[in-house]
């Protein structure tokens, strides 16, 4: 396939496209490369794929694993306080004993480890992901990457949207069993439930569909807090004071979404 040529900038700059710098160039490319050179003086190559491969893996990292450690703690904590909270409420001789873990279970499977973990995460992420494009924007550094012939918006955004939609079902399932795990430890370590009671109710009627149900809730929930964020983050303008206006936008919006997808996902899901 002959290589294409695209005018970037009046006569100053040009794009080669279909072309594949790994392997030799043949005659005839090399020839149509040497006279757009002497046209345009300044050429690009752009590899947008290859420059997506590179940060998708930095992005899984900075999004998803350095996310665990406040993961961890919230869901630890919610699901110990929700099992106390549970047993104290439901002091009845007509409740089984077991019925403090089946409460915790499905609380957590329905809504806390979906959408109260990615309201939270929303604050983080969204955040993040804002402020880290707001200040590149606000510096200029994206009109450097486009005068560079790079796609800034494949190099900065799409792999932060897809890293986070990757690993958001991964810290769903590990909320989960952290969350369980912690009401679990009110068992242990207090006489407010026994173990035994507790393992039974987290066992007794489960439903795998709930699982099903969250996953589906944290892939849309995810596209939503990197996109919104990504979003306010590009288009940022004015000084530093913006930067801040658009990680606030990012959040508050993207928290607005998240749950008015929640409601239109469970009516759409468990009606």
């Not at 955040?127 to 880290?132: D, L, P, R, T």
């Amino acid at each position: 396939m002959a290589i294409s040529i695209f005018r970037v900038t009046g006569n100053f700059m040009a794009e080669i496209g279909d072309v594949d710098l790994s392997k030799p160039l043949s005659e005839v490319d090399r020839e149509a490369i040497k006279a757009a050179f002497l046209r345009y003086s300044v050429l690009v190559f752009p590899d947008r794929w290859r420059m997506f491969f590179r940060q998708f893996p930095k992005e899984l990292e900075k999004l998803g694993l350095q996310s665990l450690p406040i993961v961890v703690i919230i869901s630890v904590f919610i699901g110990a306080i929700m099992t106390i909270q549970t047993k104290l409420n439901t002091e009845n001789p007509m409740l089984p004993a077991y019925s403090t873990g089946l409460v915790t279970r499905d609380t957590l499977l329905l809504e806390f480890s979906s959408t109260i973990l990615c309201l939270i995460l929303a604050g983080k992420i969204g955040s993040n992901i804002a402020s880290e494009i707001g200040t590149m924007r606000i510096t200029e550094q994206i009109d450097a990457l486009e005068i560079m012939g790079v796609n800034s918006a494949n190099y900065l955004i799409l792999p932060k949207i897809v890293a986070f939609v990757v690993m958001m079902p991964f810290l769903v399932i590990f909320s989960m069993a952290v969350g369980l795990f912690g009401g679990y430890c009110v068992g242990m370590f207090t006489d407010i439930i026994t173990t035994a009671d507790y393992l039974l109710g987290i066992q007794y009627a489960f439903i795998p569909y709930y699982v099903f149900y969250s996953l589906v809730k944290s892939l849309v929930f995810a596209f939503l807090i990197s996109s919104v964020a990504a979003y306010y983050g590009y288009y940022a303008n004015g000084g530093a004071l913006d930067v801040g206006k658009a990680s606030t936008n990012a959040v508050v919006n993207g928290s607005i979404l998240i749950l008015f997808f929640n409601l239109l996902i469970t009516n759409i899901m468990l009606n």
